[in-house]
């Protein structure tokens, strides 16, 4: 039966430890992509079946309920014929008694048939009741677990996100550190010191050359004035 069948799928699927299966799933993501699409495609076919099954239910509900107006049409007809007959027999007149008297029991015979008829039907509508109830409630916690499934999918998917993100910072973190770029700035470092080491040495280079100039020119001038004071000596009598 369809509707047996819905149920079984919608009871399955119920009853689905999820996360065991993205446990086992190599793409939790496409795992539960998959898994909402499989309870969005159940969830269209117990719809059709509640609908099929409440349908048939409202059938069953009209018939009874046809049933139900008929006996009592044929309730009222034969007693309607069983008055005639009493009065006609009243007045004597046995035969019409007699015909209206069979008139009752014809109706009455078919006024038990649609009273069975009604018995049949209510039956019928109590057992299609529980299984439309079932049905609902099956539809009902498949939906609740379609959500559950569709919240699920998202914060796999927001996790993962979150992880590749850390995963490209470690991986970028883990190159600096392999590089180590402060090596680098130590041997720029090294090159400045010789620069400035080498600029001093210019320097004091220079400052000695200028020394030495002006050391020469002192003795330039002490030679001078050793000549003039001999001179000056010589020129006395």
């Known amino acids: 039966m369809a509707q047996t069948t819905i ?3 919608i009871g399955q699927l119920v009853r689905a430890n999820v996360n065991a299966m993205l446990d086992q799933a190599e793409d939790p993501e496409k795992m539960l992509d998959q898994l909402i699409r499989d309870f969005t495609n159940n969830i269209a076919e117990a719809e059709e079946a509640v ?4 349908g048939n239910l409202r059938l069953l509900e009209d018939d009874e309920k046809e049933a139900r107006a008929a006996s009592t049409e044929w309730l009222s007809k034969a007693k309607a014929a069983s008055d005639r007959a009493d009065a006609m027999r009243t007045q004597g007149n046995a035969a019409e008694a007699d015909r209206f008297d069979g008139l009752a029991r014809l109706a009455l015979r078919r006024q038990l048939s649609f ?17 439309t109830d079932k049905l609902k409630d ?28 850390q995963v490209k910072v470690q991986q970028s973190l883990k190159s600096v550190s392999v ?18 080491a080498q600029a ?3 320097e004091e280079v220079a400052a000695s050359s200028l020394e030495n100039q002006f050391a020469e020119l002192e003795s330039d001038e002490d030679a001078l004035e050793v000549d003039a004071r001999l001179a000056e000596l010589k020129a006395k009598p």
């Open 7 to 9: 149920l079984g799928r």
């Open 51 to 54: 609908a099929q099954t409440i």
């Open 115 to 131: 009273e069975q008829q009604v018995a049949t039907f209510d039956g019928q509508i109590t057992q299609q009741r529980e299984l």
């Open 138 to 165: 099956g539809l009902n916690k498949l939906r609740v677990k379609r959500e559950e499934l569709v919240q699920k999918r998202d914060e796999l998917v927001s996790r993962a996100k979150m992880a590749q993100a």
């Open 179 to 196: 590089l180590d770029p402060t090596s680098e700035l130590n041997r720029f470092e090294e090159q400045i010191r010789h620069q400035e």
């Open 200 to 202: 001093r040495g210019m």
